[in-house]
C-alpha cells in the first residue's frame, strides 16, 4: 500500500511559510532559524522554495532522495529543491509547459549549488541511452568550465560566480535532454586587474600556474610562482579546501567532454597567459618638448613574450600605449597618453581581452551543447543570477544587478499573481483584488528611455564637452527629482536637503526591497567601458587567430565612427530578452538564503537573515501567496487526511471526494467563510483554521490509536487464550495417555507376576509329579536290575559250578588221559628224557630273558634307579645281581669319562661323605654345591693383592667366614685362607692377616651333629700357635672347608690325618679358660637363625633352629 504522506506531517516549526501564524517578520525568522538548527534548510512559500545554505554537506541529496521525490506531488514530501525540480520536469515533460527556474540571493547564499542540483536531478530522472547520457554529460560538465573562467574567490564565497547565468536546456516530447544554450551576464571584468582585500582574481589563472606541465608553462612563457604577476593578488593564493591542480585537470577534461579541440583549449591559454603578462607591462613618463609627459614601456621583456605569445607586432602594441587616435569629421589626430593613461589603456586592454575571452567561451559551448534537431524543443531554463547588493559602497555594478532583480520581481509578482488568478478562474472562485506593492514604477525610474537613469546616463556619455559623474549626478537630480523612489540631496525636493545619511555625491533608490545609495563615481567610465581603438586595432592585427576573433571592431575595413553601445544600454537590452523569455515560461522559484558571514556551519545571524528576507521581498510574497486563500488542498488528499474527524466519512467514505469534503466540514461546522470549494481543490482562507483540523485530526488519530490498542490487545489477549485453551488440551490428552499407559503396565506387570507365579506352581507341581514318576521307574528299574544281578550270578555261579565241574573232569580226564600215556608209552621213554626237557626249558626260558632284558635295558646316567621287573621267581637273585654289575659298569663307564681335575673334586665329595654322611644334619645341603675353593676371588679381587701377595702357596681355599668372639658369642667376619701348609684368617675390609696357623699346630676339628657351621680348630698344645688358644668360627661352606682341612692331610705323606670330632657338646681352650660349646634344638622364638650365646664362664650355647 502506497504510504499517503503531507509536507503537514512531522512539521518542524511551518513548512510552508503561508501556514504562519500571526504573519510576521519575527515569527517567519524564528520559523526559518527553527528549521535551520533541525537541518531543514528548506522552506516553502507556496510553490516557493526558500533554501538556507548549511555550509555542510547534508546527506540528502543521495540516489535514494532522487527516488522519494520522484513522481510526487510537490506538497507530499518535507520541502526540499528536488519536489522544486520534480514538478517542474513533470510540468515540462506531462503538459508541455516550458519552465523555468529562477534562482536568486546573495553572493555565497547557495544558488550555483542550487542550479547544480537541479540540474543533476533533473538529468537523473529524464531518460537514458547513449546519445541522452551525452548530452546529459556534456551539460553538466560546462559547469566546470565556465566555473573556472567565470569564478573567484570572494571574501563572501571561495567559489563566488562572477557572472550572471541563463541556461536553458531542452528536451524531445518524451523529455529526454537534447542540448542547450547559455547566456552570460555582466562578467565582473574588474577583477581582472584588481581584486579586493581577500579576494582572487578568477581561479583559471592560479589553476594553470599550479596545474599545468612544465612544458605547458614553458610553451606559455610563464613562470609557475604567483608573485611574478600584478595581476594575481597574493594575500589568499592558495584557498584552503581549494585544489588548484586538480580543478585545472577536472577543467581540461570538461573541456575535452564538452568537445573543445586541443588547439582551441591551447590558444584560451595562451590568451590566459597574454592577460598575466599584460598586466606586468610598466610605463615610464619621458617629457615632451610640448611639455607633457609621455608615457614609454619600462621593461620590454614582458611586452615582447605576450606580443610572440598572441604574434602581434610588438611595435605596434608599443605605440598603442603612447598614442591615441582620434578620428573626428574624417580627421585623424594622434594625442600622446600620459603614464595614468597608459595603464588605463593597458587595464582596460586586460579587462577586455579576458570578457571577450570569457563570452566566445560561452559561445563555444553552445555550438557543442546545441540541440541538434529542429523539432520543437521544450525548454526549462536555470537562472543564476547574484541576488540584491546593498552593499556599504555602491557603484554601477549594484546598480545593473539591483536593476536587474527589480525586474525578475516585477515579473515574479506578474507571474504569481496571474498564475493564482488562473487557478481560481480555473477552481471556478470568485477573485478578490489583491493589494500589493507593485515595483514596475522603480523599473519605469531605471529604464524609461526617456528620462530612466540608464537613459540619463547613456546622454551622459555621448554628450560631448566634458563629462563627469558630477554631471551626470546634476542631470538626475534635475530629471528625477520628481520621482517618490528617488531622493537625493540636491535634488530640488528640498526633503533632503538636511539628510546627511546621504551624501552629496549619491543618490539613493527606494528599492522593492528597501533603500540603496549609490555612489556616483565611475558610472560613466564603467558606462563606456571604453578601448582605444588603436588597441583594438593592435589586437584585430594579431595572428593569433582566436584573438582576431575576440575584436572585430578593430578591423580597419569596418571603421565605425559611431561608439560602441555602453555598458547600461547592453545590459538593459540583455535583460529585456531575458525578462521576455522568461515571460512565456512557466516560473519556479528558489530563493538562497545565507546565514552567517562567516561560511559556517550552525550557525545562525537573525539580523543577516532579516536582511535578506527583506531584500528578497519574502514578506510580500507570502501576504501575495496568502492574499485570497492560505491554503489549498486537491479533495482527494484532503479527505484522506481528514476523513476520520466524521463518521460519515471514516473509515470509507463511498461518494466522490468532493461530496466526502462538503459532509465533512459541514459536520465539523466550519463557518462557511473560512473556505471556498474549488473544482477539484478546496480552498482555505486562513491557516488557523487548518491548524484547527490538524489539532482535532491529531487527537482523532491519539483516540484511533488507543481503539487499535485496544482492539489490537484485546485480540492479542484472545488469541493468546485460545492458544492456551488448545495447548491444555492437549497437555491433558498427552497426560491421559501418559496415565492410562502406565496403569496399563502395572496392570500388566502384574499379570504377568500371577501368571508366571502360577506357571511355577504348576511347573513345579509337574517337575514333582514327573520325578515321583522317574524315581518309581528308577526304583523298579533298580529292583529289576537288582533281580537280573541276582538272577545272572545265580547262573554265573551255576555255569561257573559246571564249567569248574567241566574242567576238573577235563582235569581229571587229562591226567587220567596223561597217566594212561604216560603208562602207554613210559616204555618208550629213556631215563634222563625229563631233565633234558627240563634243561630245555630252563635254557629257552633264559634266553627269552636276557633277549627282553636286552630290549628293556635302562639308560647310562648313573642316577637313573629304574630296572624292568623280574619275569620269573626264580631269577630273582639273577635279576639283582645283573642291576648291581649293570649300575657298577656304568658308574665305571662314567668315571671313565672324568679329568684329573674333576676326579680330584669328586674324591673330595667322597670323602665330605665319608665323613659326614648321616653323621651332621648340615652334609645333605652340601652335596648338590660344586667345591669351588676360592669364592673370594682372591687373585682377582685388588682388595686382596697385599694378602695374596703375602701367602706364598696356592690358595686352595678362601671364604668369608665368622670368628666368634669368646666373650659374647657374637660373630665378626674374617677372610679364611687356606693353603697347603697354613691357615689364615685375615681382615675382611683390609685383607691384613690377623691370624696364621701352620697346618701340622692342628690337633683336630670339632663341630656339631646339627644343622650349623660352627666348627672348632684346636690347636695343639705347646705349639707355636697355642697361644692364642683354639679358634671357633662360623661358616655355610663348613663342609668344604673340614673335608679340605682333611684332606691336606690324607696327600702328604708326613703329616696325620687331621680328627674330626662330631659331637653336640666339645670343649674349646681359649687361653687359659676350657669352654664348653654346647649346641641344643632351639625353639621357634629363637627364630630361624643359629644363635650363639655365653651362658657363663664355662658354657656358650649355640640354638640352632630344629631342621
Ligand atoms: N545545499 C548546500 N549544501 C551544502 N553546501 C552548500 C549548499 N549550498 C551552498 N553550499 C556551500 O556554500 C558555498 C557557496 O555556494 P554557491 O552556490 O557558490 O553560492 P552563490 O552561487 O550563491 O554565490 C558552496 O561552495 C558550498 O560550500
Ligand atoms: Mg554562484
Redesign the pocket.
Known amino acids: 500500500m502506497e504510504v499517503k504522506t503531507s509536507l503537514l506531517d512531522n512539521m518542524i516549526g511551518v513548512g510552508d511559510m503561508v501556514l504562519i501564524e500571526p504573519l510576521s517578520e519575527d515569527a517567519f525568522i524564528e520559523n526559518l532559524k527553527k528549521r535551520f538548527d533541525h537541518n531543514e534548510?528548506y522552506t516553502y512559500i507556496g510553490s516557493v522554495v526558500i533554501?538556507m545554505?548549511?555550509?555542510?554537506?547534508?546527506p540528502i541529496y543521495t540516489a535514494e532522495k532522487v527516488e522519494e521525490y520522484r513522481n510526487r506531488n510537490f506538497y507530499e514530501l518535507s520541502p526540499h529543491i528536488y519536489a522544486l525540480a520534480d514538478e517542474s520536469y513533470r510540468s515540462l515533460r506531462d503538459q508541455d509547459k516550458d519552465q523555468c527556474i529562477l534562482i536568486t540571493?546573495?553572493?555565497?547564499?547557495?544558488?550555483?549549488?542550487?542550479s547544480k542540483?537541479v540540474m543533476s536531478y533533473v538529468a537523473a530522472v529524464c531518460g537514458k541511452g547513449q546519445e541522452v547520457n551525452k548530452v546529459k554529460e556534456q551539460l553538466l560538465q560546462s559547469n566546470p568550465v565556465l566555473e573556472a573562467f567565470g569564478n573567484a574567490k570572494t571574501v563572501?564565497?571561495?567559489?563566488?560566480?562572477r557572472f550572471g547565468k541563463y541556461m536553458d536546456i531542452e528536451f524531445d516530447f518524451k523529455g529526454d535532454p537534447l542540448g542547450g544554450v547559455i547566456s552570460n551576464y555582466l562578467l565582473e571584468k574588474s577583477r581582472v586587474v584588481k581584486q579586493p582585500r581577500g579576494e582572487r582574481n578568477f581561479h583559471i589563472f592560479y589553476q594553470l600556474l599550479s596545474g599545468a606541465s612544465d612544458d605547458t608553462l614553458k610553451k606559455l612563457k610563464l613562470d609557475r610562482d604567483f608573485s611574478k604577476y600584478n595581476y594575481l593578488s597574493l594575500d589568499s593564493a592558495t584557498v584552503n579546501g581549494l585544489d588548484d591542480a586538480g580543478s585545472f585537470r577536472t577543467v581540461r577534461n570538461a573541456m575535452q567532454i564538452v568537445g573543445f579541440m586541443e588547439d582551441e583549449v591551447q590558444s584560451i591559454l595562451e590568451l590566459v597567459a597574454a592577460v598575466l603578462k599584460l598586466g606586468n607591462i610598466e610605463f615610464k613618463p619621458e617629457s615632451r618638448c610640448n611639455g607633457y609627459d609621455e608615457s614609454r614601456v619600462k621593461d620590454k621583456n614582458d611586452l615582447k613574450e605576450m606580443c610572440e605569445l598572441l604574434g602581434i607586432d610588438q611595435s605596434v602594441l608599443e605605440r598603442a600605449f603612447s598614442y591615441r587616435t582620434v578620428e573626428a569629421k574624417m580627421e585623424k589626430m594622434s594625442t600622446t597618453l600620459n603614464v595614468a593613461q597608459a595603464y588605463y589603456a593597458r587595464d582596460a586592454l586586460a579587462k577586455n581581452l579576458y570578457s571577450r575571452l570569457f563570452s566566445w567561451l560561452v559561445n563555444r559551448i553552445n555550438e557543442s551543447i546545441k540541440a541538434q534537431t529542429k523539432t520543437h524543443k521544450k525548454v526549462m531554463g536555470v537562472l543564476?543570477i547574484y541576488g540584491f547588493e546593498i552593499f556599504e559602497d555602491n557603484s554601477f555594478e549594484q546598480f545593473i544587478i539591483n536593476y536587474c532583480n527589480e525586474k525578475l520581481q516585477q515579473i515574479f509578482i506578474e507571474l504569481t499573481l496571474r498564475e493564482e488568478q488562473e487557478e481560481y478562474v480555473r477552481e471556478g472562485i470568485e477573485w478578490t483584488n489583491i493589494e500589493y506593492f507593485n515595483n514596475a514604477i522603480i523599473c519605469d525610474l531605471i529604464e524609461n528611455n526617456k528620462n530612466g537613469i540608464l537613459a540619463m546616463l547613456d546622454e551622459e556619455c555621448l554628450r560631448p564637452g566634458t563629462v563627469t559623474d558630477e554631471t551626470f549626478l546634476d542631470k538626475l537630480n534635475t530629471v528625477c527629482a520628481e520621482h517618490q523612489h528617488f531622493e537625493s540631496r540636491q535634488s530640488k525636493n528640498s526633503k533632503f536637503l538636511t539628510d546627511h545619511s546621504l551624501p552629496h555625491n549619491c543618490f539613493r533608490i527606494q528599492h522593492y526591497a528597501g533603500k540603496v545609495l549609490y555612489r556616483v563615481e565611475g558610472f560613466v567610465d564603467k558606462n563606456n567601458d571604453l578601448l582605444y581603438r588603436d588597441l583594438s586595432q593592435a589586437m584585430y592585427k594579431a595572428k593569433h587567430g582566436l584573438i582576431k576573433v575576440l575584436f572585430p571592431e578593430g578591423n580597419p575595413a569596418k571603421v565605425n565612427l559611431k561608439r560602441p553601445p555602453t555598458a547600461g544600454f547592453q545590459f538593459k537590452a540583455s535583460v529585456g530578452t531575458l525578462m521576455k523569455n522568461l515571460l512565456t515560461k512557466n516560473p519556479n522559484y528558489i530563493r538562497?538564503i545565507k546565514p552567517n558571514d562567516k561560511?559556517a556551519a550552525h550557525i545562525f545571524t537573525d539580523s543577516l537573515v532579516c536582511h535578506q528576507v527583506r531584500y528578497l521581498g519574502l514578506m510580500e510574497n507570502v501576504r501575495v501567496r496568502r492574499a485570497g486563500y492560505a491554503f489549498r488542498q486537491a479533495y482527494e488528499p484532503c479527505l484522506e487526511r481528514y476523513k476520520m474527524l466524521c463518521k460519515q466519512t471514516w473509515p470509507h467514505w463511498k461518494g466522490p471526494a468532493r461530496k466526502g469534503v462538503e459532509v465533512l466540514l459541514t459536520d465539523l461546522q466550519v463557518p462557511a467563510e473560512e473556505f471556498a470549494y474549488g473544482r477539484s481543490k478546496i480552498f482555505i482562507r486562513n491557516p488557523r483554521m487548518l491548524f484547527s483540523l490538524e489539532e482535532k485530526r491529531r487527537q482523532c488519530l491519539e483516540n484511533l490509536a488507543t481503539l487499535i490498542q485496544k482492539i489490537y490487545r484485546g485480540w492479542k489477549c484472545r488469541t493468546h487464550f485460545l492458544l492456551m485453551k488448545k495447548s491444555q488440551v492437549v497437555v491433558a490428552a498427552w497426560y491421559r495417555r501418559f496415565a492410562q499407559q502406565k496403569k496399563y503396565q502395572n496392570i500388566r506387570s502384574s499379570a504377568l507376576v500371577f501368571q508366571s507365579f502360577i506357571r511355577g506352581w504348576k511347573a513345579r507341581k509337574l517337575l514333582r509329579e514327573l520325578k515321583h514318576k522317574k524315581r518309581c521307574e528308577k526304583a523298579v528299574s533298580t529292583i529289576s536290575a537288582y533281580w537280573h544281578g541276582t538272577q545272572a550270578r545265580r547262573e554265573l555261579k551255576s555255569l561257573k559250578e559246571e564249567a569248574r565241574r567241566k574242567h576238573s573232569v577235563a582235569v581229571i580226564w587229562a591226567y587220567w588221559l596223561g597217566l594212561k600215556v604216560r603208562r602207554e608209552y613210559r616204555k618208550f621213554f629213556r631215563a634222563d628224557a625229563g631233565k633234558k626237557i627240563y634243561a630245555f626249558t630252563i635254557q629257552r626260558i633264559m634266553q627269552k630273558y636276557f633277549l627282553g632284558l636286552k630290549k628293556t635295558m635302562p639308560s647310562m646316567s648313573p642316577v637313573d634307579k629304574s630296572w624292568p621287573a623280574r619275569p620269573y621267581g626264580f631269577l630273582d637273585r639273577t635279576h639283582q645281581e645283573l642291576r648291581r654289575i649293570f649300575h657298577l659298569w656304568r658308574c665305571k663307564k662314567y668315571r671313565s669319562q672324568f679329568t684329573e681335575e674333576k676326579k680330584a673334586t669328586y674324591k673330595e665329595k667322597l670323602a665330605a661323605s665319608e665323613l659326614f654322611k648321616d653323621k651332621k644334619a648340615l652334609y645333605p645341603s652340601s652335596v648338590g654345591q660344586p667345591f669351588k675353593g676360592d669364592y673370594v676371588e682372591i687373585t682377582k679381587n685388588p682388595k686382596y693383592q697385599k694378602l695374596n701377595s703375602f701367602v706364598e702357596d696356592k690358595v686352595l681355599l678362601a671364604d668369608m667366614v665368622s670368628k666368634i668372639n669368646r666373650a659374647n658369642g657374637k660373630g665378626a667376619p674374617r677372610v679364611f685362607l687356606l693353603t697347603k701348609k697354613s691357615l689364615f684368617l685375615a681382615d675382611l675390609k683390609t685383607g691384613q692377616v690377623k691370624a696364621s696357623v701352620p697346618l701340622p699346630d692342628l690337633s683336630s676339628v670339632s663341630v656339631s651333629t646339627q644343622n650349623d657351621g660352627f666348627f672348632a680348630l684346636k690347636i695343639k698344645e705347646g705349639s707355636t700357635s697355642a697361644a692364642k688358644g683354639d679358634f671357633l668360627l662360623s661358616s655355610d661352606r663348613l663342609i668344604e672347608i673340614i673335608t679340605k682341612l682333611h684332606c691336606i692331610g690324607a696327600t702328604s705323606a708326613d703329616k696325620k690325618q687331621l680328627k674330626v670330632d662330631i659331637s653336640d657338646e666339645f670343649l674349646v681352650q681359649f687361653k687359659q679358660d676350657k669352654v664348653c660349646v654346647k649346641f641344643i634344638q632351639g625353639t621357634p622364638k629363637n627364630g630361624n637363625g643359629v644363635a650363639c650365646k655365653r651362658k657363663n664362664n664355662r658354657l656358650l650355647e649355640v640354638s640352632v633352629p630344629s631342621p
Open positions: 534548510i533554501s545554505n548549511p555550509y555542510k554537506s547534508l540571493g546573495e553572493s555565497g547564499a547557495g544558488k550555483t549549488e542550487a542540483f563572501r564565497n571561495d567559489n563566488s560566480s543564476d538562497c561560511k
